[in-house]
């Protein structure tokens, strides 16, 4: 049975909400005054009344419209108006957007209780009600359009009154809901890993909770806003939220509970047939064609289209999904999911990622609850059709061939190839197979996600380099691993070798089998162990003289100065904080003081990410010098140039070849007459620019390296 109600006419507009959630002397239009720009508003005169009225205007009350000095009846036809409506300047212009030309004024419309702006343009809106409309903005064929008096547009607050049971979670990485966050508008991928990542922490989330609510006021009464020069044509139904300026909204269906951030610099666009519900959208966001997003977060420059799903899900910036489903997932910035028939569910992304067509990634077929989840650290790429279970792990950079992968995986290796050789029953891994057949492939992911990023304000510092603190740990890792592993091989206890090293750089095409990295009876092989072994230590080495000469260049300081510096340093943990790395130390400093009250904000919570961030450079050097002296049996960093410098070449060298590849492929040429005709089309090997970047690059360390590290 539908609620339906018959009040008085002449309360239409008024009562917006109970007198009991009032602040003290206060009614129910103080907070909208607040909300409003400050502007100086009349009555209307008895003539105005009277071109109003003859212009097909009506009003319950017409004392109930305040007008501004500049204001034109003229440009006020056919609309009903109740309650308290205050209306700006209306001139004698028309506003194009798009070859679409609005005359500035109000037209065919239900007004209720709203403030119109300065040559705003409504025409053909059947219900807006308990809106602030900015000026310049254009409202053109709306159905329904409304504000209730608890909207919280999006954020996961309670508002005075409210039972705690309507406050609305995000339930990240997990389909349980253990996981869960409450949104809010600034919400970034740091805020949404801390949160979500620390359930053991319980001083911890409550406080976070506490900081929510708190950061928002609980007073009922608040008006949806427009922001000045937004367009929102041909929807149908807008509840409960608020837009940015200058944002573009078109053929909607259905908008509700939301936070839409949009600038002249970060414009938002929100297209056709989508449906947007208990959400919020980041600034230069755009989502259209028949997408659904519900219990969401968009943050800054990301893109659902095409259909996407996106449910009880974070999606960081700089991001696209399109076609697919993704759900109960949380998404670090820049990743990619373009294709129809991909899935995606309670996983937790660390950024850099793809998701290619017809992956399943997460199923619940080997649990007996809907509680399993995925971790991948950045660089996660699971090829075509692949098909992953809960609970599996993924260090970065892994490559998963197609395959129905069936049973959880926890891999180690970072820079691996996995694949799933059923022929011969294994699960087979080339450990820094990146490193060895596609370092054109991996060089350019990170280039184009750092040129990628469009944010304006940049709350986190995102890394994007494939060698970063968090990948050389993942490096010396591997390497403890994988001379574990030989150390139990028969064919090592039966050699003349005593050092694990010694044996695996002696052995490059060593293959090793495991029972660690699948849950399954089926052993692993870990291909080309040795090959591996020598590769990972290069570009170790690469990694940490690379930090100390580009330091000493940069600042200006000697390589004695900061061995004397840093001679006494440690090797420090890194994690990733929804894109920028963090010492694990800085991450306890952390929480600490948000469970102390320290930082008794969210905005106090980002400022110190940026503090930590200014770190950086520092922190990263420290960490490269301490590797050193740990992995490294000189100490003198000099004898290690013509290594580095052999590295460079490699570097340069392999992008070369692994892009040339797409070249010298007969099956690549054979949809082409001729080599002129493919040039035409892909362009000039040799006028690459990102092989020419990269092998500048490279030139430029190895003078460096001269520079700081070649003996005189």
Request: hydrophobic share 35%.
């Amino acid at each position: 049975m539908n609620d339906i109600k018959m009040v008085q006419l002449k309360s239409l507009g008024f009562n917006f909400t109970d007198k009991k959630y009032l602040p003290e002397n206060a009614d129910e239009f103080t907070i909208r005054f607040r909300q409003a720009p400050a502007r100086e508003y009349r009555q209307l005169s008895h003539d105005e009344i009277g071109i109003l009225k003859s212009r097909g205007n009506t009003a319950d009350n017409w004392n109930n419209i305040l007008v501004t000095e500049n204001f034109s009846p003229n440009r006020v036809i056919n609309n009903k108006f109740y309650g308290l409506n205050r209306i700006g300047d209306i001139d004698d212009v028309y506003l194009d957007f798009h070859d679409l030309h609005q005359p500035a004024g109000i037209y065919d419309s239900t007004i209720v209780s709203c403030d119109i702006g300065s040559n705003a343009a409504l025409s053909n809106v059947n219900y807006i009600s308990h809106y602030i409309v900015g000026d310049g903005a254009i409202i053109l064929n709306v159905n329904e359009m409304l504000t209730t008096d608890h909207a919280k547009f999006g954020n996961g607050i309670v508002k005075d009154g409210e039972d705690e049971s309507v406050r609305i979670e995000i339930e990240l990485s997990n389909e349980n809901g253990n996981r869960a966050v409450l949104p809010f508008d600034t919400m970034i991928s740091g805020d949404a890993w801390l949160w979500s990542k620390f359930r053991d922490d319980r001083a911890l989330m409550n406080r976070l909770k506490e900081i929510t609510q708190n950061s928002f006021d609980s007073s009922r009464a608040y008006y949806g806003t427009i922001g000045e020069f937004t367009v929102i044509k041909n929807c149908r139904i807008i509840k409960d939220v608020k837009v940015g300026s200058h944002a573009y909204i078109k053929g909607c269906n259905k908008l509700k509970n939301l936070t839409v951030n949009s600038s002249l610099k970060s414009s938002t666009q929100l297209g056709e047939g989508i449906e947007l519900v208990n959400g919020i959208v980041g600034y230069g966001c755009r989502a259209f064609y028949g997408v659904k997003a519900i219990r969401f977060i968009m943050s800054d420059y990301s893109t659902l289209k095409y259909g996407a799903r996106l449910i009880n899900s974070f999606l960081g910036s700089n991001s696209t999904i399109s076609c697919c489903e993704v759900l109960n997932s949380l998404i670090f910035p820049g990743h990619e999911q373009h294709h129809n028939n991909s899935f995606l569910c309670a996983a937790t992304l660390g950024g850099q990622s793809n998701i290619a067509s017809g992956a399943t990634i997460g199923s619940n077929h080997n649990s007996r609850a809907n509680d399993g989840e995925i971790q991948a650290s950045r660089g996660f790429w699971p090829g075509l059709c692949t098909s992953l279970k809960h609970n599996s792990k993924f260090s970065s950079f892994n490559l998963l061939a197609k395959g129905s992968y069936p049973s959880e995986i926890n891999n180690p290796l970072p820079f691996s190839l996995l694949s799933n050789n059923e022929t011969k029953g294994h699960l087979q891994i080339i450990p820094a197979y990146w490193f060895q057949y596609n370092l054109y492939a991996l060089a350019r992911n990170s280039w184009k996600y750092s040129v990628r990023d469009q944010r304006v304000v940049k709350q986190l510092n995102l890394k994007f380099d494939y060698l970063a603190p968090d990948t050389a740990n993942e490096i010396v890792e591997a390497l403890s691993y994988l001379k574990k592993i030989v150390t139990e091989t028969d064919a090592f206890k039966d050699s003349k070798f005593t050092d694990e090293e010694e044996y695996l750089l002696a052995n490059p095409q060593l293959t090793i089998d495991v029972n660690t990295i699948e849950n399954n009876r089926r052993s692993t092989q870990i291909l080309k162990c040795g090959k591996a072994y020598k590769i990972y230590k290069e570009f170790l080495l690469f990694y940490l003289l690379r930090n100390t000469i580009t330091y000493c260049e940069t600042f200006n300081v000697s390589l004695s100065a900061l061995w004397e510096e840093y001679q006494d340093s440690e090797i420090d943990k890194w994690s990733s904080l929804g894109g920028q790395l963090i010492r694990e130390k800085d991450l306890d400093d952390l929480k600490t003081r948000i469970k102390n009250g320290e930082l008794k904000t969210w905005d106090d919570i980002h400022q110190k990410y940026n503090d930590y961030s200014s770190l950086y450079e520092k922190s990263k050097l420290q960490h490269g010098l301490s590797l050193f002296k740990r992995y490294f049996k000189s100490l003198n960093m000099e004898d290690y140039i013509d290594s580095f410098i052999q590295t460079c070449r490699y570097i340069s060298e392999k992008t070369y070849e692994s892009r040339a590849k797409d070249y010298t492929n007969p099956f690549r040429l054979s949809t082409y007459d001729n080599r002129e005709e493919m040039e035409e089309v892909v362009g000039k090997l040799e006028d690459n620019s990102f092989i020419i970047q990269i092998e500048d690059e490279m030139n430029e360390l190895i003078k460096l390296a001269e520079k700081h590290l070649r003996r005189s």
